[in-house]
């Protein structure tokens, strides 16, 4: 503790009063050095005894391999070895006469059995010294025929050459990574993420995740709270003897406002990281029969819900993934709401309305039938009665934001855009006056009968008549929703994060809520918040959630 106290003092006056006797270069080499061993990092000193470069112990005495491609019959395979017995591998693989090969660069080599000395496969080998390879560790990868036999031979070869090699562990190589300090929690996230990416807005979060943001922008809070810290508790023991700043303290509490303020602004982002990354739940909801399973089977393009003119026919909520426009949908179909002295169905509704409340983006579909009735002698549209049951009506009202398709455009006669612009009045009274419907078509028209809270589409699933218009709109609301967090490199993408971001706002809002003569509650406040931060990247006690990181992971990563 006392030499704790030592260094903080030490960084604290290198920060605002340089000693004389030092140049600038080694203030600041003084600097690095105490936060360092503040945060409990080792250094290695050169010949003066100073500083010069902050290094890990590789303390892993197995060296893993692991084909890293996907396997199967395939054009290439990659296998993987990292470990200190690399080199050997790698010697023992080859030609006895062949060269170690240049670090980085790729070379032909035969592939033998260390065993029998007999050839198994010629290919590409390159040979990565430690530290400067993925796991920091001495690394070779073997690009050699993807086929199984082949493969299966040079995995045997590599596992005879000693005891202490052996295959690797599910994220086994990227943990190597993490504990060496090439990659931090967050970055190691983020490659899972790349590697389970399916659409090309997943592609861009994670790769944008994994280059590093999240760790430049945690860390840079960290720092900023570690030295709030070290200011704090030198003002703790040694405010009335060592004549430190009367302004010490405002100068903290300023700095802890303002950095409070800054992860507040970060966290207000509605969830849009973590709902690209996990796909956006969209829900077709609406009453029975109004074409849910049709639109559902005219978008997947082919047959993913049962259609049947029989009311009721979809009693469980039926899934399916999309890509639409780059981006990740769970789309789900649901049983038709109305009241019902059925039971199943009822347990049907139940589950429809439990998926509505959970969905990102709800989409209504009414049947234009629902809301016409005809003269009784003419036969044609007379008026426009509202005939949809109150639960969907509920359901479309309780989110303004609801996406409404009229349905079976088709038998609405030729007063089309009278009965769309009668159902707007009577879906939303308070809209005021009906807009003019602009009936579009697919060839580019204007589709959507909408102002910025209720949207409304005329559609036909019977001849497909305004789904693709519907669909163009779609995508420009998603991008809309979303291309800020995509463009982020600061996006939060993990409820993990999020919930330790959560903590760190609470214990900085306890602290700004202290005084002067709460200093030392106030100092443990920030030790709370720092750590918080810390357990995001790894820096600190977070044992407990590696193993559920790294099983995301394929074996070969």
């Known amino acids: 503790m006392a030499l704790k106290l030592i260094l903080m003092k030490a960084l604290i006056r290198s920060q605002t009063a340089p000693p004389r006797n030092l140049s600038k270069p080694a203030c600041q080499t003084l600097q690095t050095y105490c936060k360092n061993l503040l945060h409990a990092r080792t250094y290695h000193t050169g010949s003066q005894g100073r500083p010069t470069e902050l290094r890990y112990t590789n303390t892993h005495l197995d060296t893993i391999f692991a084909l890293s491609t996907h396997p199967g019959k395939a054009g290439i395979a990659v296998i993987r070895i990292s470990g200190p017995q690399a080199k050997t591998v790698l010697r023992s693989m080859t030609v006895k006469t062949s060269p170690l090969p240049k670090p980085r660069h790729a070379v032909t080599r035969r592939l033998v059995c260390p065993q029998t000395s007999e050839l198994l496969d010629k290919g590409m080998v390159v040979w990565f010294p430690g530290p400067k390879s993925f796991t920091g560790e001495d ?38 990574a993490f504990e060496n300090d090439k990659l931090d929690l967050t970055e190691v996230e983020g490659l899972a993420d790349l590697l389970n990416a399916e659409t090309e807005a997943q592609r861009r979060l994670a790769l944008r995740q994994a280059d590093g943001g999240l760790k430049t922008l945690y860390e840079t809070w960290r720092m900023q709270l570690i030295q709030s810290m070290a200011l704090i508790e030198a003002l703790i023991d040694f405010g009335e003897d060592e004549n430190i700043e009367d302004d010490v303290y405002d100068n ?72 639409i426009g780059g981006y990740p949908i769970l789309i789900g179909d649901t049983a038709g709401l109305r009241s019902s002295q059925d039971e199943i169905e009822m347990e049907g509704v139940r589950r429809a309305q439990d998926r509505i409340n959970l969905a990102d983006i709800n989409i209504a579909i009414l049947p234009v039938t629902d809301f016409l009735s005809t003269s009784d002698t003419g036969g044609g549209v007379n008026n426009v009665s509202l005939g949809v049951d109150s639960i969907v009506l509920e359901a479309i009202r309780r989110n ?25 009045m009577q879906l939303w009274p308070e809209s005021g006056h009906a807009h003019e419907l602009k009936r579009e078509n697919d060839d580019g028209k204007d589709n959507s009968s909408s102002n910025s ?103 070969g990563k």
């Open 400 to 424: 303004p934001k609801t996406m409404v398709l009229v349905n079976k455009m088709d038998l609405s006669g030729p007063e089309a855009e009278k009965v769309m612009a009668d159902i707007r």
């Open 139 to 176: 690394s070779v990868e073997f690009h050699c025929h993807g086929g199984k036999a082949v493969v299966d031979g040079v995995l045997r070869g590599i596992g005879s050459v000693g005891a202490q090699v052996r295959l690797a562990e599910a994220g086994e190589f990227a943990r190597r």
């Open 453 to 555: 809270n209720h949207r409304l589409w005329a559609i036909s699933c019977q001849t497909g008549d305004g789904i693709g218009a519907f669909l163009q709109d779609f995508i420009k609301i998603l991008k809309d929703r979303f291309e800020t967090s995509l463009s982020s490199s600061t996006s939060i993408t993990q409820y993990r994060h999020r919930k330790h971001l959560e903590n760190c706002l609470e214990s900085l809002e306890a602290f700004l809520n202290l005084g002067v003569d709460d200093v030392v509650l106030g100092a443990e406040e920030l030790r709370h918040a720092a750590s918080d931060l810390g357990r995001i990247t790894g820096r600190v006690d977070v044992e407990e959630v590696l193993d559920v990181v790294f099983r995301e992971f394929c074996i």
């Open 252 to 323: 903290v509490v300023a700095k802890v406002s303002s950095l409070h303020n800054e992860i507040k602004r970060h966290t207000d982002d509605d969830r849009c990281g973590e709902i690209l990354r996990d796909g956006i739940h969209v829900t077709i909801l609406g009453p029975p029969n109004a074409g849910k399973s049709s639109f559902l089977n005219f978008i997947t393009k082919r047959q993913a819900a049962i259609v049947s003119p029989i009311p009721g026919t979809t009693r469980d909520v039926v899934e399916v993934s999309l890509d």
